[in-house]
T-cell receptor
């Protein structure tokens, strides 16, 4: 099976812009979770989607949003970008979520100038 | 709030040395425990996991971890490291009660193995 894919792999944006990141889960997986990885804060949970519904949300401002489509592909959006949003954004998929093993994609490296 | 602590931030070992990375979590309920590894330039990969049963779990590449419930710990071990084990290691938990895929990660431990 193909692994989790994320596009684009690299992005450079300026403050105030918005950005959309995409994630395609492993075939058959219905749960998609998003994480932000930074040197200072480490890996932090953003949100999880299961069957097109947001099932859990981390402690991030409302500028961070996401959605999931009927084919389980997911997008996350960050509006009004700030310098502090520069990070590696990771997507992970699992069969049902919960305690199921999550498989991670390579990430999207976002740089905000 | 629930949290995961990894006490060793940066570990340097010589090849063939033994490895133990500490991981403690703060949550009184049932947890599922994971160790992930991130090799340079690669994505996060699962090393091993514990859900229930035998508290000593074996993973890939000769790694193992022991869950000690009384100590809220899930330490990672390997009897003899190789240069190729150089990577960043993350301990993580999910809360069994939450039934969602929210992984709570530790800060990570960078392991450098000298040839």
């Amino acid at each position: 099976k193909a692994g989790v894919t994320q596009t684009p792999r690299y992005l450079i944006k300026t403050r105030g812009q918005q950005v959309t990141l995409s994630c395609s889960p492993i075939s058959g997986h219905r749960s998609v979770s998003w994480y932000q990885q930074t040197p200072g804060q480490g890996l932090q949970f953003l949100f999880e989607y299961f069957s097109e519904t947001q099932r859990n949300k981390g402690n991030f401002p409302g500028r961070f949003s996401g959605r999931q489509f009927s084919n389980s592909r997911s997008e996350m959006n960050v509006s009004t970008l700030e310098l502090g949003d520069s990070a590696l954004y990771l997507c992970a998929s699992s069969s049902q979520g919960g305690s199921d093993t999550q498989y991670f994609g390579p990430g999207t490296r976002l740089t905000v100038l | 709030a629930q949290s995961v602590s990894q006490h060793n931030h940066h570990v340097i070992l010589s090849e063939a040395a033994s490895l133990e990375l500490g991981c403690n979590y703060s949550y009184g309920g049932t947890v599922n425990l994971f160790w992930y590894v991130q090799y340079p330039g690669q994505h996060l990969q699962l090393l091993l996991k514990y859900f229930s049963g035998d508290p000593l779990v074996k993973g890939i590449k000769g790694f193992e971890a022991e869950f000690i419930k009384s100590k809220f710990s899930f330490n990672l071990r390997k009897p003899s490291v190789q240069w190729s084990d150089t990577a960043e290691y993350f301990c993580a938990v999910t809360l069994d009660s939450s039934n969602t895929g929210k992984l709570i990660f530790g800060q990570g431990t960078t392991l450098q193995v000298k040839p």
